[in-house]
């Protein structure tokens, strides 16, 4: 008889808010790895940008580190654009792609 754990966790990083139901292109922020932005600044940048929590910015970090790219936030084409200049501005590479 198989053995089966007393519990099975579901490991998921929530990192979309609640859906918009307006008019508008939908879209994601992608966030691309480079060699010359440090952990620190790319987790401050999320926080102050993007809103998220220090440990969603932590585990979006690792995710662009380790895969190349992260979709850091999804919505409105028009609602991400400042997000993406604003992350531009501040040295990263971020583009809008629509879905």
């Not at 952990?39 to 926080?47: K, L, M, S």
């Not at 809103?51 to 585990?59: V, Y």
């Not at 991400?80 to 590479?93: E, I, N, Q, R, W």
Request: net charge negative; charged share 30%; with cysteine.
């Amino acid at each position: 008889m198989p053995i089966k754990p007393e519990f099975e966790e579901e490991v998921k990083i929530d990192l979309l808010e609640e859906e918009d139901t307006s008019s508008g292109t939908p879209a994601e922020l992608v966030v691309y790895n480079d060699d010359h932005n440090t952990f620190d600044w790319v987790i401050e940048c999320f926080e102050i940008v993007l809103g998220h929590s220090s440990t969603q910015a932590e585990q979006l970090a690792l995710l662009i580190h380790f895969k190349g790219k992260a979709i850091v936030k999804s919505g409105h084409k028009e609602d991400l654009k400042p997000k993406k200049d604003a992350l531009v501005d501040k040295g990263l590479s971020a583009v809008i792609e629509t879905v």
